[in-house]
């Protein structure tokens, strides 16, 4: 199993900015692509970017002006930064990651419990 720490939420005032962070831990392990999911209240939760070890990235249309999606594989970490912050990025964020193992077949999928970001006006 892999377990997902992230850390950086947090309150923020609209313009400012915040770093998420995302740490993976697990045994023989190699993490192939690792993302930030938001969530607010009432909504369905959605992308905001992913990353593969490759450096491929994917961000919303609403992410991809003002954050920044990168990765430390050798320390399986995760980070997005986030400048210009506003109101509607009132979330809470959730880490990704799709790993496969040294010795186990097929490809694994585990999420974060999720990291409070309030923008206020």
């Known amino acids: 199993q892999v377990q997902l720490v992230e850390s950086g939420g947090g309150s923020v005032q609209a313009g400012g900015s915040l770093r998420l962070s995302c740490a993976a831990s697990?045994?023989?392990?190699?993490?192939?692509?690792m993302g930030w999911y938001r969530q607010a209240p009432g909504e369905q939760r959605e992308l905001v970017a992913t990353i593969t070890r490759t450096g491929d990235t994917n961000y919303a249309d609403s992410a991809k002006d003002r954050f920044t999606i990168s990765r430390d594989n050798a320390e399986n970490t995760v980070y997005l930064q986030m400048n210009s912050l506003r109101s509607e990025d009132t979330a809470v964020y959730y880490c990704k990651a799709i790993s496969t193992f040294q010795n186990r077949g097929g490809k694994y999928q585990y999420w974060g419990q999720g990291t409070q970001v309030t923008v206020s006006s």
């Open positions: 697990g045994r023989d392990m190699t993490i192939n692509l």
